[in-house]
């Protein structure tokens, strides 16, 4: 599976961004997809994460109330819908697929498939 994120840019403190991620390739619905991100000289921390079959989503404490993860069956497609943004959010957001889903979620090491990256500016 291959992962192609996109959508980030630069916005004002207080606006919203929607995050996508494009999956190549057959995603079972014993995965989990997965959003984490990276601010400059700090280590990768996780955002949000959901199985592909739907069902129950996690989120971390900074984000919560504010992002929503989603998907798109049809267009095998994954989604982090960012709202009320904060300087604090700016990062390079990672998309990730774990393809097995009783391992933790919120560890990077968890994951298998990861895109490249897509940079978010949040200016105050």
């Known amino acids: 599976v291959q992962l192609q994120a996109s959508g980030g840019g630069l916005v004002q403190a207080g606006e919203s961004l929607r995050l996508s991620c494009a999956a190549s390739?057959?995603?079972?619905?014993?995965?989990?997809m997965g959003w984490f991100r990276q601010a400059p000289g700090k280590e990768r921390e996780f955002v949000a994460a959901a199985p592909w079959a739907g069902g129950y989503t996690d989120y971390a404490d900074s984000v919560s109330g504010r992002f929503t993860i989603s998907k798109d069956n049809a267009k095998n497609t994954f989604y982090l819908q960012m709202n009320s943004l904060k300087s604090e959010d700016t990062a390079v957001y990672y998309c990730?697929?774990?393809?097995?889903?009783?391992?933790?979620?919120?560890?990077?090491?968890?994951?298998?498939?990861w895109g490249q990256g897509t940079l978010v500016t949040v200016s105050s």
């Open positions: 390739g057959r995603i079972l619905s014993s995965y989990v």
């Open positions: 990730a697929l774990n393809s097995y889903s009783d391992s933790d979620w919120a560890h990077t090491t968890s994951y298998d498939y």
